[in-house]
C-alpha cells in the first residue's frame, strides 16, 4: 500500500456501499464498509474467518477487489492465512484512507471564501452586449407565452379555441 491514493477515491473507498452489495457474514450480519468488515472481524471468531477464507478462496479479498473497489488492499491481503492479520491490514488502510480524506477537508475551508466570490459574481446585473439582450428577450417571450395560455384557459372562447 505504498501508492498514493487520490481523494476522490479514499472517500469512495471509505464510503458504504448499498445493501444489495453489501458483504454477508455468515453470522448473518450485512456488512457495507471497510470499517464495519474490521469491527465485524474483531468480535467473530475462528471459525467465521475459516468460513470465508480458507484454501479455495478468499471472500473478502474478492469484496474488497469488485465492490469497494480497492485493488491495493486487495492485493496485500490475498496471502492473509490468520484472521489477525487481516483486521490489522484493513484498520491500517482505514486509518490511511481517513487521513487522506481529512487533509481534504481542511483544503476545502479554504476554498469558502474563493466559492463566496463566485456567487458574489453571479448576483451582478445582467451581461451587457448580445448575449444578455438575447437573453433577457428569451424570458420576457417566454413570461408571455404563459400569460397567453393562462388567458386562454380561463375563457370561455379561449378553451374553444384549444379545443381546434
Same mark, same amino acid.
Given at each position: 500500500m ?10 469512495s ?7 444489495q452489495i453489501?458483504?454477508?457474514l455468515?453470522?448473518n ?6 470499517s464495519?468488515?474490521?469491527?465485524a ?8 474467518f475459516?468460513y470465508?477464507v480458507n ?6 479479498e474478492v469484496?474488497?477487489?469488485e ?8 492485493r496485500e491481503i490475498?496471502?492473509?492465512?490468520t484472521?489477525e ?11 490511511e484512507?481517513? !487521513?487522506?480524506? $481529512?487533509? #481534504?477537508?481542511?483544503? %476545502?475551508?479554504s *476554498?469558502?471564501? @474563493? ?5 458574489k ?11 444578455g439582450r ?5 424570458r420576457?417571450?417566454?413570461? !408571455?407565452?404563459? $400569460?397567453r #395560455?393562462?388567458r386562454? %384557459?380561463s375563457? *370561455?372562447a379561449? @378553451?374553444?379555441?384549444l379545443?381546434?
Amino acid at each position: 500500500m505504498k501508492r498514493k491514493v487520490p481523494a476522490a477515491l479514499a472517500k469512495s473507498i471509505l464510503a458504504k456501499v448499498p445493501f444489495q452489495i453489501s458483504f454477508w457474514l455468515c453470522t448473518n450480519e450485512n456488512l457495507r464498509s471497510l470499517s464495519a468488515l474490521s469491527a465485524a472481524l474483531q468480535k467473530a471468531d475462528d471459525e467465521v474467518f475459516r468460513y470465508h477464507v480458507n484454501r479455495d478462496k478468499n471472500d473478502f479479498e474478492v469484496w474488497i477487489r469488485e465492490v469497494i473497489k480497492d485493488k491495493d488492499l486487495a492485493r496485500e491481503i490475498a496471502r492473509v492465512k490468520t484472521k489477525e492479520t487481516l483486521v490489522r491490514k484493513i484498520t491500517e488502510r482505514v486509518e490511511e484512507l481517513q !487521513a487522506i480524506v $481529512k487533509r #481534504i477537508g481542511v483544503k %476545502k475551508k479554504s *476554498r469558502k471564501s @474563493r466559492l463566496k466570490r463566485q456567487i458574489k459574481r453571479k448576483r451582478r446585473a445582467p451581461k451587457s452586449g448580445r448575449r444578455g439582450r438575447r437573453a433577457a428577450r428569451h424570458r420576457r417571450a417566454a413570461k !408571455a407565452a404563459k $400569460k397567453r #395560455i393562462r388567458r386562454s %384557459k380561463s375563457t *370561455r372562447a379561449g @378553451r374553444k379555441r384549444l379545443r381546434r
